[in-house]
């Protein structure tokens, strides 16, 4: 029997524990034949310390799966034989591993931190956000496969790397998507630290450079994109210069200083 995010029971062949999970209690394995896990409630949160198999499908299934101020969490381990985390409407914090045999992660208008240390690795998408609204990945630690937001939409997307690896590419689908990178970062490193590099996609598109320490640079917009934005924190100095006007739309923002030449 399966007790779901709402106290309900159905049967998930032998996943037992499953209220356990999202509750962070009682961390130890379960599996399952189907769904090995599902939440689907307002009120109700992922809280995996443990491991969750599903043999055939999902591992987890999440449906706007938060509550205010608070998201769900994963430093376990979830797996599915088809998709690890199946999620729509909420915001992820993997510190652990989620692996899918087609898709680690498939998301739709969510929000998935993947932090230093944490792993997510699916046979042809790592993560798919192409499925209808907005998604936000950001990225610290490893992504094995592409992230694609590739679909039906037009939706903005946001991919946000904060130096972790990407073993795969980023694929921008027609919306106004923004890619956010570090503007030093390591001398030699694949942008956004995809080895399969970005495609913009169709849309308007921005890269964002996040500016925190004193810098010089020469404007620049990586291929495809249609526009570049420098952002300053913590007070940091920018200067910018270009050799020639700019046929592109420049944005600045932040807290800090920034000329331009």
Request: proline letters at 1%; glycine letters at 18%; aromatic letters at 4%.
């Amino acid at each position: 029997r399966l007790i779901d995010a709402r106290g309900r029971s159905g049967d998930a062949h032998g996943a037992a524990q499953a209220l356990a999970l999202y509750l962070g209690q009682n961390p130890q394995s379960i599996a399952a034949r189907r769904i090995g896990s599902r939440a689907d409630s307002t009120r109700r949160l992922l809280v995996s310390l443990c491991s969750i198999t599903a043999s055939a499908g999902t591992g987890v299934s999440l449906f706007r799966a938060s509550v205010t101020g608070t998201g769900s969490t994963n430093s376990g381990t979830i797996s599915g034989s088809t998709t690890g985390i199946s999620a729509y409407g909420i915001t992820l914090a993997n510190s652990g591993t989620i692996t899918g045999g087609t898709t680690g992660l498939s998301i739709d208008q969510s929000a998935i931190d993947n932090l230093a240390g944490g792993v997510i690795t699916g046979g042809a998408n790592a993560i798919d956000g192409g499925s209808g609204h907005t998604t936000v990945v950001r990225n610290a630690g490893a992504i094995n496969g592409n992230v694609s937001y590739v679909g039906f939409t037009s939706s903005p997307h946001v991919f946000i790397d904060n130096g972790g690896t990407l073993n795969g590419a980023i694929r921008f689908g027609d919306g106004n998507d923004t890619l956010v990178v570090n503007l030093t970062d390591t001398a030699g490193r694949a942008l956004a630290g995809a080895t399969g590099g970005v495609e913009a996609g169709g849309g308007f598109d921005t890269i964002r450079y996040v500016v925190n320490t004193d810098a010089n640079a020469a404007i620049a917009v990586a291929d495809g994109f249609d526009a570049a934005a420098y952002e300053v924190t913590g007070g940091a100095a920018l200067k910018l210069t270009s050799a020639a006007p700019l046929s592109y739309t420049l944005g600045l923002s932040g807290t800090g200083k920034i000329d331009v030449t």
